[in-house]
Nanobody, 119 residues
């Protein structure tokens, strides 16, 4: 099994910053992709940012230029630096990893961490 532990959510004023962290542990050969998704109340879940094992990143348009995703492959962790936060960034943020195990690639999700941006 694979476990994900997220941290770093909370309440912040508009224009402020937060750093979300996610640490993966368990039994797997490698981590192929680490990503952050979010879901606001009444909205569909959306990809915020992802990073693959080669360091290639991908951002949602709403995150481009404000958020930075980074990973530490040696520690199996991923971070999301969020700057210039807006009230519309308020959501539950979820960490997702795609790991390679004996049965092939598998997805695992964290429990979510709430980010609330006050205007």
């Amino acid at each position: 099994q694979v476990q994900l532990v997220e941290s770093g959510g909370g309440l912040v004023q508009a224009g402020g910053s937060l750093i979300l962290s996610c640490a993966a542990s368990g039994t797997f050969f490698s981590i192929n992709v680490m990503a952050w998704y979010r879901q606001a109340t009444g909205y569909k879940q959306e990809l915020v940012a992802s990073i693959n094992s080669g360091g290639r990143t991908n951002y949602a348009d709403s995150a481009e230029g404000r958020f930075t995703i980074s990973s530490d492959n040696a520690k199996d962790t991923v971070k999301l630096q969020m700057n210039s936060l807006k009230s519309e960034d308020t959501a539950n943020f979820y960490c997702k990893v795609v790991v390679f195990r004996d049965l092939g690639p598998q997805d695992y999700w964290g429990q979510g961490t709430q980010v609330t941006v006050s205007s």
